[in-house]
Structure formats: structure tokens, C-alpha cells
């Protein structure tokens, strides 16, 4: 009888036990998502290559379809930019050469202001690199005394800039970063291509403006490369009178943060801004690093 009541008693425990484990169960409610933020900087040119001006209630945002929560939105003109201007010294270009070598003085002088600092980078089959940023009359000495000639690696010479020089890691105090682009948009001599070149600009963030004479391939590639990752491509017959345009999209970029449900995995996910204002088209990277 004694080992029948403590075993009776050990069931009932048991019973009242789990009845409190289902009832803890039901009250606690299921937690939602964790909540993630991220920066994006996108361009904003208006009717007639203005500027735009933007306001968070008129944008909508998706991260993979899902949307995506604004909770701020800047102008980033004031933001200091780090830029690396990549110059194409090809053979292909060297018809252009004066044109391009005063395009890009006047680039570099223009974007060297205030916190801002800029690399100079010029390209044929391999890419030549400066080691530090360089002021305006160090940069001009050097792009005055450019030489033209041989193939063209511009895929390499954008996704090694990515790279050794404009990458996240390398650069934490400069969230807004930059390439400017002097290319016809030919290549012949590049070990990665196209996509990859877009790919590692998307994942470290950096946007690609894009400085050319008009032709149906370089239009293709350059505008490809360039609205894929959230800048823009200027063709101008005169590439002097694009750089003024190319400035206006450089100093349009904003600043949106975002906050979404999307677990942070380091990979690259598919973005959509839209606006509600009329003639004002977003270039916004068509991918982007939840990190």
C-alpha cells in the first residue's frame, strides 16, 4: 500500500508539473524577429540632372521582396567621401587623351574638399595604384604626365581597387565611399569579369559614376556596372562638360537607413527603393551585404 501511494503521489506531480509547463508555455508570448539596421547610400537625380529633394514618407524599401522599415533618410553632401578615380590609359582611349587627363584634374580638384580624400588610380593591362590618398597638385602632376597605350583590364582594375583600397574593413571612419570612372568601357585584358567586378562593389558598398564618350558597348557595360551599384553613367561627346553632371549625381547621394527582419548573414541580398515623386529616378545598389 505504501509503494502504491508514493507512486499515486509521484503521477500526480508529474501531472501538475507539466499542467505548469503548458500553462508558462501559453502565456509567454512568441518572440518576433530580431531587428537589423543597415545604411544605404543612393542617388537622386531630378528632371534635367538637378539634384532631388527627398523625404522618408515618399520612399518605399524592400530587402528580398520583404519590406524594409525606414527610420532615417540625409542628405550626404556633407558626409565625408573617400573616392578612388580610376582612369582608363588604354590604347583604346588614347585618341582622347588631353580630354581625359583635364576631366580628371578637374574631378579630383572638385571632390577634394573638405574631410574629403581621394586616390588616384590609372589603368591599361594592369592597374597602378597610389599608396596614400594624394592632394589635388600631387594628383594633377601625375595625371598630367599619363601616358596611353596598351590592352584594358577594367574589370580588374575596379574590383582591385574594391578591394585594396575602398573596402569596408580597410576604411571604418569612411561609410561613404566611391569610384570614378574615366573608361570607354572596353576590356580585353581582365582575369575576372563584369559581374565579379560589380559583385565586390556591391559587397563592400561602393558605388561606380562613370565618366565616357557615347558608344553603344561602353553605354551598355558602364551603365550596367554603374546602376547596379548605386551610381551613375555620364556620356558626354566633351567629357569636360560631363564632369559637371557627374558632380551633381555625386553630391545627390543620400543617405537611408533601413531597419529589417532578415537575419544578418554576410551574403548579398536583392533591393528595391521606389518613389512616389515623379521624374525622379533612384539608383540604389541592386544588392546589398546584410551584415
Not at 509521484?10 to 508555455?25: E, K, N, P, R, Y
Request: glycine share 6%; proline share 7%; aromatic share 4%.
Amino acid at each position: 500500500m505504501i509503494q502504491r501511494g508514493l507512486y499515486l503521489l509521484c503521477c500526480a506531480l508529474l501531472v501538475c508539473i507539466t499542467s505548469q509547463d503548458q500553462a508558462t508555455a501559453q502565456e509567454t508570448p512568441l518572440q518576433p524577429p530580431t531587428s537589423s539596421a543597415i545604411q544605404v547610400y543612393l542617388t537622386a537625380p531630378g528632371k534635367g540632372d538637378s539634384a532631388s529633394i527627398l523625404t522618408p514618407s515618399e520612399l518605399s524599401v524592400s530587402i528580398d521582396k520583404q519590406p524594409a522599415q525606414v527610420t532615417s533618410l540625409h542628405s550626404a553632401k556633407e558626409d565625408k567621401l573617400l573616392f578612388a578615380l580610376l582612369v582608363d590609359i588604354s590604347t583604346s582611349e588614347a585618341s582622347h587623351a588631353e580630354s581625359i587627363k583635364k576631366a580628371a584634374m578637374l574631378l579630383f580638384q572638385s571632390l577634394s574638399t573638405g574631410g574629403n580624400q581621394g586616390y588616384l588610380v590609372v589603368f591599361d593591362h594592369q592597374a597602378l595604384k597610389s599608396k596614400i590618398p594624394l592632394p589635388p597638385p600631387e594628383a594633377r602632376k601625375a595625371i598630367d604626365g599619363l601616358k596611353f597605350g596598351g590592352g584594358t583590364a577594367l574589370y580588374d582594375a575596379i574590383w582591385e581597387t574594391c578591394r585594396d583600397i575602398l573596402s569596408r574593413t580597410r576604411n571604418p571612419d569612411f561609410p561613404r565611399r566611391a569610384i570614378i570612372l574615366i573608361s570607354d568601357g572596353e576590356d580585353n585584358s581582365s582575369h575576372v569579369n563584369h559581374k565579379e567586378a560589380i559583385e565586390i562593389a556591391e559587397k563592400q558598398g561602393v558605388p561606380i559614376f562613370s565618366l565616357a564618350a557615347p558608344n553603344p558597348r561602353g553605354e551598355q557595360i558602364l551603365g550596367e556596372i554603374s546602376n547596379s551599384t548605386g551610381g551613375r553613367a555620364i556620356f558626354d561627346k566633351d567629357l569636360e562638360e560631363g564632369v559637371a553632371p557627374l558632380l551633381t549625381a555625386i553630391n545627390g547621394q543620400w543617405v537611408l537607413s533601413l531597419v529589417f527582419q532578415q537575419t544578418p548573414d554576410q551574403k548579398l541580398h536583392s533591393l528595391a527603393v521606389k518613389t512616389t515623386q515623379r521624374h525622379v529616378s533612384l539608383p540604389a545598389p541592386a544588392k546589398i551585404l546584410l551584415r
